[in-house]
């Protein structure tokens, strides 16, 4: 005889990617020779990001062809970049397809058919995938899994946060594995690259680069004779702020100009206080405990629009981190063991 935790679990398996995208708002595409200004305002628009559609060489009409995905990571990337002479009007100029690369994620297109089921869409994204594309209207009605990216007119985006926030949805069919401590689950990574106080935001972001990261917590720097250029081992140091490519989402051209010499604490604690982010809820610094549950991690994640959390001790030395991969793949192990 099944317990309740199995069946409460299998219950979930009868979802699919569908029921996760029903109020989805369609992806924007831009042509690959549009300026990197006009997909950066495509984005201020509303989207989480933006597939870069690929022109016919000879004729120059747009054809569906998808080359990969711009994100905030990838523009400013791209505008800490090492040709400063050429400055940021002429980079702003440049073409979006040629910041591709920038972010290895962006060079991948994932996607996945409506049809396919929660469970290989949690093998997926806790693979470190943060997001894939879920077309409108398939042409692969009964087909589960991967499909082409051509075979659809339109896209939708499914991301990490829409699967977690399902999770909270689901929480009664989820209690037994929701109240479990992110500790009892494994669901604490314990390597943590952070900035110091001292780091300015460009540095910041070509580190971020390098070691693809879209988030780092900022600890408190130790010395003045400490390398602020490069990103430190955060164990046990204290955890004052959180630097992420996302937040300058939004930033006017003359704002981002002005930003980039910050150091990142600077930049953290001027963001609540710009009038463009004036109707955003204050930054708070999100931390948790390794005896928190993975319902609390997960409500501070979404509530607070955070991809990973901080794990601190009492004195807020850092410990590690809970990121959305790291919940999925906990919930994902947790049901298959069920």
């Not at 800490?80 to 440049?94: I, Q, T, V």
């Not at 990121?323 to 298959?336: E, F, H, K, P």
């Amino acid at each position: 005889m099944q317990s309740s935790r199995e069946v409460n679990c299998s219950r979930l398996r009868n979802f699919t990617v569908k029921d996760l995208t029903v109020d989805k708002l369609c992806l924007i595409e831009v042509p690959d020779n549009a300026s990197l200004a006009d997909a950066l305002n495509a984005m201020w628009l509303g989207a989480g990001g933006s597939m870069i559609v690929e022109s016919d060489k000879e004729t120059g009409t747009a054809k569906k062809q998808y080359i990969g995905m711009v994100t905030m990571l990838d523009v400013v990337a791209h505008i800490a970049g090492e040709e400063e002479e050429k400055g940021l009007d002429k980079k702003m100029a440049d073409p979006v397809s040629c910041i591709i690369g920038h972010c290895p994620e962006g060079r991948s297109v994932w996607s996945l058919n409506p049809s396919t089921s929660i469970m290989d869409c949690m093998e997926i994204l806790s693979k470190g995938i943060h997001r894939v594309l879920v077309p409108l209207d398939s042409n692969v009605k009964k087909t589960s899994g991967p499909e082409l990216v051509e075979s659809a007119s339109a896209y939708t985006m499914l991301t990490q946060m829409d699967l977690v926030s399902f999770f909270l949805d689901q929480s009664i069919h989820l209690q037994a594995i929701l109240s479990r401590t992110v500790t009892d689950l494994s669901a604490v990574n314990d390597n943590v690259l952070a900035i110091t106080s001292q780091a300015r935001v460009k540095d910041a972001v070509k580190c971020m680069n390098m070691a693809m990261l879209n988030a780092v917590p900022i600890v408190e720097a130790s010395s003045d004779e400490e390398d602020h250029t490069q990103l430190v081992d955060g164990k046990n140091r204290r955890v004052v702020g959180t630097f992420s490519a996302s937040d300058l989402k939004g930033c006017h051209l003359a704002t981002l100009r002005s930003w980039l010499p910050l150091n990142a604490l600077e930049f953290a604690e001027k963001i609540p206080r710009t009038p463009l982010f004036a109707s955003a809820p204050k930054r708070e610094l999100v931390t948790c405990h390794v005896t928190s549950t993975l319902a609390q991690v997960i409500r501070m994640a979404t509530t607070k629009r955070v991809h990973r959390v901080w794990v601190v001790d009492k004195n807020d030395g850092l410990q590690g981190l809970v990121s959305l991969t790291d919940i999925i793949a906990a919930v994902r192990a947790a049901i298959s063991a069920s």
